[in-house]
């Protein structure tokens, strides 16, 4: 009777059957998250235009774009930039007022001072990074919309500068509270969990590599393509921070422990490398001899916890981690030991362990209640080259001034609101260097696509609905798949899509269908993000090559600038330096480059750690020509210098207990030479 059902067709179909409702169950998985997200943005846009409608502001859209455009993915990241946001705009208000105060009768002045307020910001955001960054372009945003409701038809002032500063601050901050009630209220969030996870395998990663590269002594394994890749997994890190503080406010107050956590993780990645050059340079039975040494102080338990990565007690108990990290430095650091090379491996390994155990301390906060002697020190930022920030600073100052100075000669009717969609393209897509252009582009195609399915929606359907509730239906059937799909593929041309509908279709109490009105604000938005987009040609951002070798040619003048001057300071703020600097490698920078990056930031930092040691109780004569021929790149005369002063200190007799800072000078010189005969072209280059 059943025997059809083993017929070899049959099964077929049942096994095909099946794989297609697996298929289908992975797609419905995978998409709901998207499909919420759009639900969310939909939510958030109806509520602020609802509340902004009750209250009868003048541009309620204003509320609604905001609710949309601060919507994110991720519940962090949405209030981060929801705060972020309101304080750009505060900034930006506060200036526009300001300006109009100092020229109000003085339009040319005016429209400089403007232009002048863009590019600064544009200035400041390249300095800055993630949402502090989106703050800083929003400050030139904000003072451009608000710019462009109180000039005329060829740029003068009407004088109602404040009271548009405060509708338009009241309706952006609404905007921004009502997304962040409907995103909290239907959001629970993730990104301390994502972060904790991120952490565990990037400490247990390093810690892995570190302990393989002393068990395999001389062997030239293939640790480099490995750091290479746990760094650009670091750089990741900091926006996933920057959602995980968004979420909580006791994060908040701990922020630069949890910051600290990426300069932890650089410093053990900078000490595994010198750790693996100078395995890999020392002889193969010295090599042997120097890592068994070392790893005969580390506990084998936590060599075995290193070995086991993810499976080990990273997450479990992160706290008796950081102490027993911590304790190894500790111990490695007082150890004595015989030689030069073997001090320079424990002193490395010293200094990755005291950098994982700052990461840990990041971790333990994400997964146990923070102690109340835990250390919360600011991290300053440094910045890695000035030129990228000056040159988008004074292209957003240019594209403001040309598209002021063509509305005035051409008395286009929106030349004010190109100005204002120029300013985004100058200001908030700046920061992205290489990539601002394509980006820009895509922007504004996705404008285009946005002004299509608002004028389709605006003149075709609208007029039938005479309720708020038609409204919300209509917005739904676009913002919901559209936000749906700007989740899962983050692309500009959804993001375009998703933001400019709103002040597209503008929305109000009393809705007007003016055909005129609406093609000329969508030419004032394509043709404004058009026009940015053309000023990233006029004046490009630094090709990747060449901010590259800026970025060598700059560490390497202030690696001789410190040797000149013979007084260093303080290795927290030159590794400070070099960890900005290494962020801001491009991707399409070569291995060898980076690893000229790091010889340098090794180099610096043995020079520091020697000079104090020299001040005391070394030759200071010996020391200052070896720093005067490396301030030159006199390389061959910069190491044969270096071998007088170890010479100097390995004849210094044992005395009240000199010995071991005898024996790290000597190590610290052996790292230094270590690095100058690898990379002897790049120490020597001509300034």
């Given amino acids: 009777m059943f025997a059809g059902f083993s017929h070899p067709l049959f099964i077929h179909f049942r096994r095909h059957s099946s794989q297609i409702v697996t298929q289908t169950e992975n797609l419905a998985r995978e998409s709901l998250p998207a499909l919420l997200f759009g639900l969310r943005l939909w939510a958030s846009t109806c509520l602020a235009l609802y509340v902004a409608f009750r209250l009868e502001l003048d541009n309620a859209f204003w509320a609604g774009t905001t609710a949309a455009i601060v919507c994110q993915p991720h519940l962090g990241a949405s209030l981060r930039k929801g705060w972020f946001r309101m304080l750009g705009t505060l900034v930006g208000a506060v200036a526009i007022v300001i300006l109009t105060a100092l020229f109000p009768q003085e339009r040319i002045a005016f429209l400089s001072a403007l232009a002048l307020w863009c590019g600064a910001s544009a200035f400041v955001a390249t300095l800055l990074r993630n949402f502090a960054s989106y703050a800083a372009a929003l400050a030139g945003f904000t003072a451009a919309v608000i710019a462009t409701d109180q000039l005329g038809a060829v740029g003068g002032l009407n004088g109602d500068a404040f009271m548009l500063a405060i509708q338009r601050s009241t309706e952006i901050i609404l905007g921004i509270v009502c997304a962040g009630v409907i995103l909290a209220a239907t959001d629970f969030g993730g990104a301390r ?50 959602e995980a503080i968004g979420e909580s406010a006791g994060l908040r107050y701990h922020s630069s422990v949890l910051r600290g956590t990426m300069v932890g993780m650089f410093a053990a990645l900078s000490a595994w490398r010198g750790i693996a050059v ?217 993001v375009a899509v998703v933001a400019l509908f709103i002040p597209l279709l503008m929305p109000a109490n009393e809705m007007t269908y003016n055909t005129v009105n609406f093609y000329n604000n969508a030419l004032a938005i394509v043709g404004g993000t058009g026009l940015g987009a053309f000023f990233f040609r006029v004046l490009p951002p630094l090709a990747p090559a060449t901010q590259t070798r800026r970025l060598l040619a700059l560490t390497l003048n202030d690696l001789r600038r410190m040797a000149r001057l013979g007084v260093p300071g303080e290795t927290d703020d030159w590794d400070r330096r070099m960890y900005a600097r290494l962020v801001a490698m491009p991707s399409a920078a070569e291995p060898i480059q980076r690893a000229r990056l790091l010889a340098a930031l090794s180099v610096g930092e043995q020079i520091i750690q020697l000079c104090h040691i020299v001040g005391a109780h070394g030759p200071r004569h010996q020391f200052d020509v070896a720093l005067g021929h490396l301030a030159r790149g006199e390389i061959g005369q910069t190491i044969q210098q270096w071998g007088e002063v170890d010479r100097h200190f390995e004849l210094l007799p044992a005395q009240n207990g000199l010995q071991p800072d005898f024996l790290r000078a000597r190590s610290c010189i052996l790292a230094i030479a270590g690095a100058l005969n690898q990379h002897p072209s790049y120490f020597g280059a001509a300034s």
Wanted: aromatic share 8%; net charge positive; with cysteine.
């Fill in 193 to 242: 969990r994502r972060l904790a996870a991120s952490l565990a395998s990037l400490t247990a990663d390093i810690a892995t590599g570190i302990d393989s590269t002393l068990r395999a002594g001389a062997q030239n394994l293939p640790f480099q393509p490995i750091r290479r890749d746990l760094t650009r997994r670091v750089i990741a890190l900091d926006p996933v921070i920057d």
């Fill in 278 to 494: 100078r395995l890999a340079n020392a002889p193969e039975t010295e090599a042997r001899k120097d890592a068994d040494a070392v790893l005969n102080e580390i506990p084998l338990k936590l060599r075995d916890m290193s070995q086991q990565g993810r499976s080990g007690g990273w997450l479990s108990d992160p706290v008796d981690m950081q102490r027993q990290y911590r304790g190894v430095g500790e111990t490695l650091r007082s150890s004595p030991f015989d030689t030069p090379s073997t001090r320079l491996i424990a002193d490395q390994t010293a200094k990755a362990f005291f950098g994982i155990g700052q990461a840990i301390g990041g971790l333990a906060l994400l997964v146990a209640a923070p102690r109340r002697n835990e250390q919360s020190k600011a991290v300053r930022v440094s910045v890695a080259d000035w030129l990228p920030a000056l040159i988008n600073g004074a292209r957003a100052f240019l594209a403001i001034m040309a598209i002021a100075i063509f509305w005035i000669a051409t008395s286009w009717p929106n030349g004010a609101a190109a100005i204002t969609w120029a300013a985004v393209a100058v200001t908030i897509f700046a920061p992205r260097a290489e990539e601002a252009y394509s980006f820009v582009m895509a922007f504004m195609i996705g404008s285009v696509i946005s002004a299509i399915f608002a004028a389709i929606i605006a003149f075709a359907i609208l007029p039938q609905i005479d309720t708020f509730a038609g409204l919300c239906v209509v917005l739904g059937l676009f913002l919901v798949p559209a936000g749906a799909a700007m989740s899962k593929w983050q692309s500009p041309v959804l």
